[in-house]
């Protein structure tokens, strides 16, 4: 139902062909609207979001969508066998290892092309940790459109977008420290009107 | 000459200037369309530097629909544009389709073509009501236009019960089937719009205060416009075809006949002309919808409206809402909740380009020029 | 000639002065609190509860569940099941609210409650004229306020309370058709 929609094999492989040295990852996307993503590296970012906008046929000269998305630490356990000497006899013991996978900010761009209305193609940035880690390449020089939505991602996720040309907080006020959209965010409680007491001191 | 005296004599030509003037114009300036604010440099009259300042009105629309059920966030939706939550729940609706694979019945499609049509005339034609009144022409324009308005949002109300706040589409379908009464109601007001349409051009069209205030007036040329991601009418006007009714022809929208009006010149006036021509497409599609409307279900007897459970994965949906490219992406993890819901709104991103098509002209343009870009604060800021 | 579109402008002012004399169509608006518009059937305001016969007590088709409370999208609706039970309109058993409370400063009149409520006890009412002088408890609606009876709502919304009431009395007929045959071998168990 969509416009023409893109192999995302393809252009892994134009990416990777065009820019030297540039690791690209697929990301398969399960839910029946099949927009895979491709994940770039930071480090050649910027020169493949160049070529994918110059290139005559791809022409993704439209980039209409910046979204921030936090991926929390990630606790898995397993439950492992083992084989252990118990009592003096070796024997198969079950036991449970925790395992910690990072967590980090994403940076999701959906792009489209205006001149030959096909689309969506998908990229994703994904910045080193959640802490001081959580930079990514801005891709504003690329597409103008990404100015006020990487400011919206910076302000509601604290991703830095190393290159924009005037990162401030834009829905939020500046000397906001926190960054609200995050999932391990705790609203403050509300200091002008505690609920509870008002209420009361209220209610005739 | 220091740079910002460089800058001035670059976009005045003015040798002799000096002294700029930084004004803060908002963010009760009646002229912006609610709480937005502009931090303006002024030199004399002229514009030299312009950054729009929002988020008044935040209210951190996307953390409240994660922390709810895929259906708790249908009538956060409506508050977005709150002059088309009609396209705005088709969007989601749309979304979260595209996410779960939802199949949506032939009859509600034409329902949803119907009511998104009405939503595109009724901001149309508010949105020049108030572009006028922004110019000074107090009251008459907008008030024949809230008239007309007014009718369209009767019909919502019949419909809906609410004329604003539809909340009207569920996924799978739409949440009350209408009755032939409503639909002759409709089909009787399509027939008598391009009247009101007629009048309304001969009341505007040739005005010459209007051309002179309007012609030439924040230009916007073609290729930033489609760098900066401008979409709707003022891409348009711009002379960029790209119309998502057409592009991706969502829903049934490839079953009608209609044209994409185009600009030329990409300034205020082309882009007030543009919202009038796409009202007389409009009505083209609404009598089709209407002649051609099936029997049958109106929603999805397989879609239930609880408990809405997707498998993990993400989907981005979007359709051409009055204002432009009106996006959802939403990630699901396979919990009852979205893990991202992010909106894409068609008016923030419009914005962006409000200081290039403002600088070195005057104040007075400033107003024109945002009244044309068409902003709903609900939607800038959510 | 300068000028021409103004005049012409005028012109369409003027036929629509004066037309409005003439025309209903042009001439819209009334003159509200004296006159006042027919509402629309399908129109809501705020949410209240139904309650069959002439008791509010017993007559409460609320059998406090909790899924309008769960789906609520701004969570405005607070709702205290009772201990004990009560016999419903079909005469079974069911718990009660103790307490049901919407805080209408913050109900946002999106219906969601009335579609997901699977006994039909919870509707849309259409009155509009609220507003109060008492910021907290004048809007924060207990039960008492909120049950009306099923005559005002067949009164607000003919239509869709007949339609209401047919499906209710399909129901109340398929459970006495369950019901009889069980009580009929109960009374031929304690015959024996």
Known sequence: MSAETINTEKVKAAIEAAVRGCRVEILPNGSPSGQHSLILDNEHAVEAALFLRDNPELRLDYCSDVAGVDWLDKEVTEKVKVWKLVDGAEKEVEETRKSVTPGYLEAVYHLFSMEKKHGPVVLRLRTQDRGEGARVPSLTPVWRSAEFQEREAFDLYGIVFEGHPDLRRILMWDELKDHPMRKDYVAPPDEDEPAGAVAQEGGR | ???????????????????????????????????????????????????????????????????????????????????????????????????????????????????????????????????????????????????????????????????????????????????????????????????????????????????????????????????????????????????????????????????????????????????????????????QALREIPEGPAMDPKARLRGLRPKAGEAYGRIESPKGELGFFLISNGTPEPYRYRVRPPSMINLTVLEDMCLGRSVADIVVTLGSVDIILGEVDR | MLGEGIVKGLAETARNFFGSYAEKDRLTTVQFPEERLPQAEAARVFPFLVYDTDDMEKGLRCVACKICEVECPPKCITIEKSTEKKPDFTGKPQFFPEKFEIDVSVCMSCQICVEVCPFEAIKMDTAFELSTDDRFGGLHWPKERLAKPNEYYH?????????????????KAKAEEKHVPAAAQAEGAAAR
Request: aromatic share 8%.
């Open chain 2, 1 to 287: 000459m220091s740079a910002v005296e460089e800058r001035i004599v670059e976009l005045t030509g003015d040798v002799d200037s000096g002294q700029l003037l930084e004004v803060s114009m908002g963010p009760h300036h009646p002229s912006t369309h609610g709480v937005f604010r502009m931090n303006v440099e002024l030199e004399g009259e002229r514009v030299m530097k312009l950054k729009p300042v929002f988020g008044y009105l935040h209210r951190n629309h996307e953390k409240i629909a994660e922390n709810g059920s895929y259906l708790a966030a249908m009538p956060f939706t409506d508050r977005l544009d709150y002059m088309c939550s009609m396209t705005n729940n088709w969007a989601y609706a749309l979304s979260v389709e595209k996410l779960a694979g939802i199949a949506v019945p032939e009859r509600a499609e034409y329902v949803r073509v119907i009511v998104a049509e009405l939503t595109r005339l009724q901001n149309h034609v508010s949105l020049i009501g108030f572009l006028m009144q922004d110019m000074g022409a107090s009251g008459t324009p907008l008030m024949y236009a809230f008239r007309e308005r007014e009718k369209i949002l009767d019909l919502f109300e019949q419909l809906s019960g609410t004329r604003m706040m539809c909340n009207y589409m569920r996924f799978g379908g739409v949440r009350v089937d209408p009755t032939p009464e409503w639909l002759a109601e409709a089909e009787a007001l399509v027939g008598r719009f391009p009247a009101f349409l007629d009048e309304f051009e001969q009341l505007l069209r040739e005005n010459e205060i209007l051309m002179s205030r309007t012609q030439g007036v924040g230009v916007l040329p073609r290729e930033l416009a489609v760098n900066a991601g401008v979409t709707g009418p003022m891409l348009r006007a711009s002379g960029v075809n790209y119309d998502i009714r057409k592009v991706d022809a969502y829903g049934i929208y490839d079953r009608f006949q209609f044209r994409v009006p185009l600009g030329e010149h990409g300034d205020v006036y082309d882009r007030y002309m543009i919202r009038m021509l796409e009202m007389r497409e409009s009505v083209k599609i609404l009598e």
């Open chain 3, 155 to 171: 009164q607000i919304h003919p239509m869709e309370a007949a339609a209401v009431d047919e499906q209710l009395a399909e129901k």
